[in-house]
């Protein structure tokens, strides 16, 4: 009795039955695929095309960003160029105004001078003038008081006195002849 307790018989049942939790039924396999097939339409449906437009939506975005960015770094390029095309000549137009205002400086420079070397001799001039006139006019004032002065010393010499306009008249002579 000890070998009957000890062992239990399985039995097997029949073939194409099978029995427990891991048995393959067809019907069972069927629904399986049923219910596969409605989960995938039914998720295809609410899900996988929003999934897939929000990622081609996404992906557009990025695209469209990324063509953005390259026409901005293309726009900053010929803004770039721009900005140097501005500076440099800028730059020539600061050197010509410079030039044209050292041509204008020496140019007043020049005329200054002229202008102070007319004034100068204008000047000068106005001087030589005004000392001739002094010279003539000292020249005739001590000739007519050398002339008094002869005059004075002849009559003291003579004794006698002539009138001032003989006097005058003889003394002139006298003086041109000296």
Avoid: C
Avoid at 147 to 174: C, E, F, P, T, Y
């Amino acid at each position: 009795m000890q070998d009957q307790e000890t062992h239990q018989t399985t039995e097997v049942p029949p073939s194409g039955e099978s029995s427990g939790v891991m048995a393959i039924s067809p019907s069972m396999m069927g629904l399986t695929w049923i219910t596969f097939i409605l989960v995938t339409f039914v998720l295809y449906k609410v899900a996988w095309k929003p999934i897939l437009a929000a990622l081609d939506k996404r992906e557009e975005t990025i695209r469209k960003a990324q063509e953005d960015a390259a026409s901005i770094r293309e726009e900053l390029q010929r803004m770039e160029e721009s900005r140097k095309r501005t500076q440099a000549e800028a730059d020539s137009q600061a050197r010509e105004i410079i030039a044209t205002a050292r041509r204008a400086a020496e140019e007043a420079g020049r005329v200054i001078q002229e202008k102070a070397r007319k004034e100068a001799q204008i000047l000068v001039e106005n001087a030589e003038r005004d000392i001739t006139k002094a010279r003539d006019s000292a020249v005739a004032t001590l000739r007519k008081e050398s002339a008094d002065l002869s005059i004075a010393l002849a009559g003291k010499l003579i004794g006698a006195n002539l009138d001032d306009s003989k006097n005058r008249a003889m003394v002139d002579q006298m003086i041109d002849r000296i």
